[in-house]
C-alpha cells in the first residue's frame, strides 16, 4: 500500500470511432503515430495501454497514460504536440468521439508479485482485465464525503478485493484534478482502477464478499450518489518506436503516410513491398538518434531477424538479401538500423565501443518491445556487435550470423582507421566522399564484383559516400583495441554461424576466423565461406550468401 507522490496522475482516454472509420485506420493511426508520440517523453508519461471494452458499452475504447507529474500536462513540451498535429491526425481524430479526463492519483495497492504491463512481455500482459469504477459524491450534505469513502476503500474494499483469484492491482484517484483547479473547478468523483490477470475470480466468493459489507452500505447510502462501472480489456502496449505491422498491412496504398515530424514514414501492406515502418528511437543512455526499418510478416507475435551494418554503410546495404528472405521466409520480422555514426552523433562526441553498440540494439529492441530475436545477423562491425551482443544480452536472441569480422583487434588495424580518418577529413571532409569511398569498397570487393558487377559497386560507393564524416570518426573508434576471445566461452544457450567471403583480406580472414570460432560456447560455432565474395558477401553475392545461411535461420 502507499500514497502518490506529489504530481502522480493520469491522463484518461475514451474514444469511439465514428461510423465510416475503418477501425484498422483507427488503431494504425493511433499505435504508429499517436501513441509513440508520447512516449518519447518519458519525463510526462511513464507508460501508455491500450483497452478495448468487454462490457458492451461506448466508448468502446481506452488508452491510459500514467503521468509522472501532472503540471507537465500544462507546459509547452506536451500542448505543443495536441497543437501542432499531423494532417493525417487532425482528420483522423475528427472521426473519433474523444473524451479527455485528468485524474490525480492518491493510493495504490500492489499485489506482490505485481509486475506493470510496460515491464512485461506483449503475451504476458495483453488480456488483463481493468475494472474502472467512478462514484459521485454527497457534498452537498456530507462536506466530508471524499474523505470516508477513501478510507472505506483503502481499510475495508481494496483489502477485501486483493484476496480474489488473479488480483494484481488498485488504484484510487480523484478528478477534477489538480491542474483543472481540484474540487473548486466542477463535481468531484473518485476513481478506482482494478486490474487483474485475465484468468481470474471476478464474480466469485471472493468478489461477492467484498460487495456485501455493513460499511460497504454505509458508504453507499450515506456519501455516494452515483456509480459507473466499466470493464476492459488489455490490448496494445505502447512503446516509444511505432511497431504496428498487423493493421498497417490491412490498408490500402493510398493510405500510405510521410511526415518529418513525428518523423514517420509508413508503407501500406498493400503496397508491392509493404508493410514498412520507418521511423527511429532516442538512445536512452545518451539521446543519439537511431533510425530504423520494421517490414516482413505483420502478426505482432511473428519471430524477428535483426541485421547489424558494416561501418560506413546503411540499413539498405540488407536490400538484396531482405528481398530474397521476404520470399523464402515470410513467416518473420525484420528489423534494420542505421548504426551510430551512420548520421548524427551525441553531444558532446563520444567514441563508439562493442559494448555501446550491442546497448544501442538492445534499447531498440526494447523501444519496440522485442523480448528476444529469432536471428541477429551482423557483418564486420554489425558482426563483432552481433557477437558482443550475444555476449552481453544472451536472453534476448536465440542464434546468429556473425559474418566477415575478427574477434579481436590488432595495433596495426587500429592505426588503419587512424589514417582513414585523416583520408575522410582531408579537403574540409571531402575525402570520404572523394577518395575513401572508393577506395574502401575496392578493399571489401571480391575482384569478381569489381569487375563484373559494376551497378553493384557503384551502389556500394554512393553508400559509403554518404556517411556523416564525424559520425566516421567516432564510431570506428569502437573496432580500436577490443578482444571477445575469452568473453566468447561464456555464451551458453545462444548458438552461432561464422560466415566470410571466400576473398576476405585476400583470404586471410578465413583463416581467422577459422581460429576463433571454436572459442563459442561450449563447442565451438561452424564457419562458412561464400564463394566469389569478398568482406560483404550478402551484397556481392546475395543468392550465395543465402545458400549458406538459410538451414541456420
Same mark, same amino acid.
Given at each position: 500500500m502507499a500514497a502518490a507522490k506529489n504530481g502522480q496522475g493520469m491522463l484518461y482516454v475514451t474514444m469511439q470511432p465514428q461510423e465510416g472509420l475503418s477501425l484498422d485506420q483507427f488503431h494504425e493511426w493511433y499505435n504508429n503515430e499517436h501513441g509513440p508520440t508520447r512516449l518519447r517523453l518519458p519525463q510526462i508519461f511513464s507508460n501508455g495501454l491500450r483497452y478495448q471494452a468487454t462490457d458492451g458499452q461506448q466508448p468502446h475504447f481506452l488508452a491510459a497514460y500514467d503521468v509522472t507529474d501532472m503540471a507537465h500536462l500544462l507546459t509547452p513540451t506536451y500542448l505543443d504536440?495536441?497543437?501542432?498535429?499531423?494532417?493525417?491526425?487532425?482528420? +483522423?481524430?475528427?472521426?473519433? %468521439?474523444?473524451?479527455?479526463?485528468?485524474? /490525480?492519483?492518491?493510493?495504490?495497492?500492489?499485489?506482490?508479485?505485481?509486475?506493470?504491463? &510496460?515491464?512485461? +512481455?506483449?503475451?504476458?500482459?495483453?488480456?488483463?482485465?481493468?475494472?474502472?469504477?467512478?462514484?459521485? *459524491? $454527497?457534498?452537498?450534505? &456530507?462536506?466530508?464525503?471524499?474523505?470516508?469513502?477513501?478510507?472505506?476503500?483503502?481499510? @475495508?474494499?481494496?483489502?477485501?478485493?486483493? %484476496? #480474489?483469484?488473479?488480483?494484481?492491482?488498485?488504484r484510487v484517484l480523484r478528478t477534477p484534478s489538480s491542474i483543472e483547479g481540484g474540487s473548486n473547478a466542477g463535481e468531484t468523483k473518485i476513481i478506482t482502477l482494478h486490474e487483474y490477470a485475465a484468468e481470474n475470480g471476478l464474480g466469485g466468493p471472493e468478489h461477492k464478499a467484498s460487495m456485501d459489507t455493513p460499511w460497504r452500505t454505509e458508504v453507499f447510502n450515506k456519501y455516494i450518489t452515483t456509480k459507473g462501472r466499466r470493464t476492459y480489456s488489455l490490448f496494445y502496449v505502447f512503446g516509444p518506436a511505432p511497431r504496428d505491422l498487423q493493421h498497417l498491412s490491412a490498408l490500402p496504398a493510398s493510405a500510405a503516410f510521410s511526415a518529418v515530424s513525428p518523423r514517420l514514414t509508413t508503407t501500406p501492406g498493400t503496397s508491392p513491398d509493404g508493410p514498412i515502418i520507418n521511423s527511429y528511437i532516442t538512445t536512452p543512455h545518451d539521446g543519439l538518434i537511431i533510425p530504423y526499418q520494421l517490414e516482413g510478416n505483420p502478426s505482432p507475435s511473428a519471430p524477428v531477424i535483426?541485421?547489424? $551494418?558494416?561501418?560506413?554503410?546503411?540499413?539498405?546495404?540488407?536490400?538484396?538479401?531482405? %528481398?530474397?528472405?521476404?520470399?523464402?521466409?515470410?513467416?518473420?520480422?525484420?528489423?534494420?538500423?542505421?548504426?551510430?555514426?551512420?548520421?548524427?552523433?551525441?553531444?558532446?562526441?563520444?567514441?563508439?565501443?562493442?559494448?555501446? *553498440?550491442?546497448?544501442?540494439?538492445?534499447? *531498440?529492441?526494447?523501444?519496440?518491445? #522485442?523480448? %528476444?530475436?529469432?536471428?541477429?545477423?551482423?557483418?564486420?562491425?554489425?558482426?563483432?556487435?552481433?557477437?558482443?551482443?550475444?555476449?552481453?544480452?544472451?536472453?534476448?536472441?536465440?542464434?546468429?550470423?556473425?559474418? /566477415?569480422?575478427?574477434?579481436?583487434?590488432?595495433?596495426?588495424?587500429?592505426?588503419?582507421?587512424? /589514417?582513414?580518418?585523416?583520408?575522410?577529413?582531408?579537403? @574540409?571532409?571531402?575525402?570520404?566522399?572523394?577518395?575513401?569511398?572508393?577506395? +574502401?569498397? @575496392?578493399?571489401?570487393?571480391?575482384? $569478381?564484383?569489381?569487375?563484373?558487377?559494376? @551497378?553493384?559497386?557503384?551502389?556500394?560507393?554512393?553508400?559509403?559516400?554518404? $556517411?556523416?564524416? &564525424?559520425?566516421?570518426?567516432?564510431?570506428?573508434q569502437a573496432l580500436w583495441g577490443y578482444d571477445l576471445r575469452e568473453k566468447m566461452r561464456e555464451v551458453q544457450g545462444v548458438e552461432g554461424l561464422f560466415v566470410v567471403g571466400e576473398g576476405d583480406g585476400k583470404g586471410a580472414l578465413v583463416k581467422a576466423m577459422d581460429g576463433f570460432r571454436g572459442l563459442l560456447g561450449e563447442k565451438g560455432g561452424e564457419l562458412k565461406v561464400v564463394k566469389e565474395a569478398g568482406h560483404l558477401p550478402m551484397c556481392e553475392c546475395p543468392e550465395g550468401f543465402w545458400e549458406v545461411v538459410k538451414d541456420f535461420i
Open positions: 504536440l495536441r497543437a501542432n498535429r499531423s494532417p493525417r491526425e487532425a482528420e +483522423t481524430i475528427g472521426q473519433v %468521439k474523444v473524451d479527455r479526463f485528468f485524474f /490525480d492519483l492518491i493510493w495504490t495497492q500492489e499485489a506482490p508479485s505485481f509486475k506493470p504491463a &510496460e515491464q512485461c +512481455t506483449d503475451a504476458e500482459a495483453e488480456g488483463r482485465v481493468l475494472v474502472a469504477v467512478d462514484v459521485s *459524491l $454527497n457534498l452537498t450534505q &456530507e462536506p466530508d464525503a471524499a474523505e470516508k469513502v477513501i478510507q472505506w476503500y483503502q481499510e @475495508e474494499h481494496i483489502p477485501m478485493l486483493s %484476496k #480474489i483469484p488473479g488480483w494484481l492491482r488498485s535483426a541485421f547489424s $551494418n558494416s561501418l560506413l554503410t546503411s540499413l539498405h546495404m540488407w536490400d538484396p538479401l531482405v %528481398k530474397i528472405l521476404k520470399t523464402s521466409r515470410p513467416d518473420l520480422r525484420i528489423l534494420r538500423y542505421d548504426t551510430r555514426g551512420r548520421h548524427s552523433i551525441p553531444s558532446p562526441p563520444q567514441p563508439a565501443t562493442l559494448d555501446l *553498440l550491442a546497448d544501442d540494439l538492445a534499447s *531498440l529492441l526494447d523501444a519496440l518491445r #522485442i523480448d %528476444k530475436l529469432q536471428t541477429l545477423v551482423g557483418v564486420s562491425m554489425g558482426g563483432a556487435t552481433t557477437l558482443n551482443f550475444a555476449i552481453r544480452h544472451p536472453s534476448r536472441l536465440q542464434k546468429f550470423v556473425a559474418c /566477415d569480422f575478427n574477434a579481436a583487434s590488432s595495433e596495426a588495424n587500429t592505426q588503419a582507421w587512424k /589514417d582513414r580518418i585523416a583520408v575522410a577529413e582531408a579537403d @574540409e571532409g571531402r575525402g570520404l566522399r572523394d577518395q575513401l569511398a572508393g577506395v +574502401t569498397v @575496392e578493399r571489401w570487393f571480391h575482384p $569478381n564484383t569489381m569487375e563484373k558487377k559494376k @551497378e553493384v559497386v557503384q551502389w556500394m560507393t554512393e553508400m559509403v559516400a554518404g $556517411n556523416s564524416v &564525424e559520425g566516421f570518426r567516432w564510431s570506428c
